[in-house]
């Protein structure tokens, strides 16, 4: 029993092809319909039409990555009741075209943050990287965020302000864009402006309120997903802590179980993400895996690497403060356990996770942050060997 690998494709807009992806060994595709609007509904034909062309490169669509949860029902404000109806259509129509792990996140306003896409590694391959001072920077003296300070140290204040008076124009833009323009996958972008305002809207929306609000959208969809026989699996946050003040609830082991005592239903599951979830010295990984094995339905490999300031960067699929021997073996007896009880889901499907920028793909015009072909080529590769080897081990 093997893991089902499959490739994150952006659509035809994908520098990558499918059939480079076949060629890098995956067999399954992971897709959202990026065209549709956030809150709108994935109508039939639009995802059959996805499905078919995937289905002609000798692909299969076996992942939705993501079904986006609009701003308004994080927030239960506004139309939100609509989107929650429009939400449950979508799933129905994926269902009945033969989609069935959907994957999605509660993100407040913002999905994955990094503040650098282009840290040179000492092989002189291209990294994606969080830096705790800039983010900090962004949010004192270029998003002025109301309150902020109370959020930071004395000394934290002063070396942000250090900071940003020595960096370059073009620093700011990037730290800006990188935070606000939204990284491949994210369905939004904002100007500073809007951002600002998209603050306003979690105004008295603590963790406790918003871990409430995912409980009710996940008490009105998970029955449908029962009915449907829909895996969901809902992305941790990345980085998994607050950012600008924000509230995340999907960060670690006691979130998660909030969530699954809530809603117990096993289609109420996880995507686990081990370079999210690996950026807290506190998650042990194999842990919070072992807890909810069962209802683990999507894995995302890779790896990052941390210091004590809060800062990470992703480092390569094998290496950093992952333990992915530890993980497979983990992933490995669960599959055997699934198949032993005839479970339909004992292969989970997984992809591996963002690979640096390397080879040819350094001079490509255009490439996804963190998604361009070679790395994750790379990392898929030594993520099947390790796979294959600990098979034959135990
Ligand atoms: C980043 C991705 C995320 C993820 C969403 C899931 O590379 O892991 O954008 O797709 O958060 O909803």
Redesign the pocket.
Known sequence: MKMTQTW?WYGPKDPVSLSDIRQAGATGIVNALHHIPNGAVWSEVEIRKRKHEIEASGLSWDVV??L?VHENIKTRTGDFEQLIENYKVSMKNLANCGVFVI???F?PIL??TRTRLDKVLEDGSLALEFNALELRLFDLYILKREGAKKDYSAKEISQAKIQFENSSSKDIQRISDNILKG????EEGYSLEEFSAMLNTYKGIDPDKLRLNLVQFLSDIIPVAESLDIRMCI?PD?PPFSLLGLPRVVSKLEDYKYIFDNVPPLSNGM?F?TG?LGVRPDNDLPAIFNEFADRVHFL?LRSTKRDTDGNFYEADHLEGDVDMYEIITCVIKEQRRRANQNREDASIPMRP??GHQMLDDLFKEKINP??SAIGRLRGLAELRGLEWGINRLI
Request: net charge negative; with cysteine; hydrophobic share 10%.
């Open positions: 994150r990555e993501s986006p994957c999605y996140n993100m999905d994955w990284l491949p996958g994210s992305h990345d995507t993400c999210s995302h996770d963002h963190g998604y």
